[in-house]
């Protein structure tokens, strides 16, 4: 198999702001969905590679907006550009966003893009135990409630995307607004649950207070210096992580501000992507598995 960049070596100039032809989520209207607009019809943008240069992993991508927009670009497609550079797959995810729609709406649109893509893993050409999601900021919160509000699946469903499980099997938190209890970021929490939201949905949203055994691993990277989303709430989420023992690795930055993306312009904070692309190595899932 031909050699994988897995330093971050892509210039800026090289990352094209462009995406592919994005797919609905649900062709026929999703649920919940309030009309027929682009904002009411979440999609996945895929960057698949093709079956022969792919390491045989994939990864949905959420970007942040603090549940209002989305940044679509920097934390979106120039992410899955980056990732196909390791030989990932990446899918950018357009979900739905408050004020116009709160939970679960969010979260159902993550879930369905991890079934959509796990439905699909032998078609595309990677694996279906090797489908983790990422999320910067409010995506991150999206991304770290897919992976502690998950199912098996509904076996007996008609749609067979609806068969398949929606667990990640890694997570990748950037900058990640997790807590709704601690160190809160209150615009994610008003657009994701409104204004007066019941205590209890924001304890069962508060995701450092949900990890589990059965978590999946996760990679996380803040900056001390985030005046927006405070580093606390990777700290809060990596400390569960250790008391459920499920492995999890933390990057806390001096210096950087919020919402950096890929930090193309920042000689030290530019590094992330390279730590996160060893913790892949590490756990197997930048190496093709042997065909039979």
Known sequence: MRRLAIGFVVAAGALLAQAPKAEL???????????????????????VLAKSSGVGTAVIVCPGGGYQHLSMDKEGYQVAQWLNTLGVSAFVLQYRLGPRYHHPNELLDAQRAIRLVRSRAAEYGFEADRIGIMGFSAGGHLASTAGTHFDAGNAGAADPIDRAGSRPDFLVLCYPVISFTNYVHRGSMTF?????????????????????????????????????????????????????????????????????????????????????????????????????
């Not at 919940?32 to 960057?47: I, Y």
């Not at 209890?200 to 927006?228: G, I, M, R, Y």
């Open 192 to 292: 994701l649950l409104g204004e007066n939201p019941d205590p209890n949905l924001v304890q069962n949203l508060s995701n450092e207070l949900q990890v589990t055994a059965q978590t999946p691993p996760a990679f996380l990277f803040h900056t001390d210096a985030d005046k927006t989303v405070p580093v606390e709430n990777s700290v809060l989420f990596y400390l569960a992580m250790r008391k459920a023992a499920v492995p999890a690795e933390l990057h806390i930055y001096e210096h950087g501000n919020h919402g950096v993306g890929l930090a193309q312009n920042d000689p030290a904070l530019s590094s992330w992507p390279g730590r996160l692309a060893d913790w892949l190595r590490g756990r197997g899932l930048l190496t093709a598995k042997a065909r039979q």
């Open 25 to 47: 989520l649900w062709p026929k209207g999703a649920p919940g969905a309030l009309g027929t607009a682009p904002e009411d019809q979440p999609s996945l943008a895929p960057f």
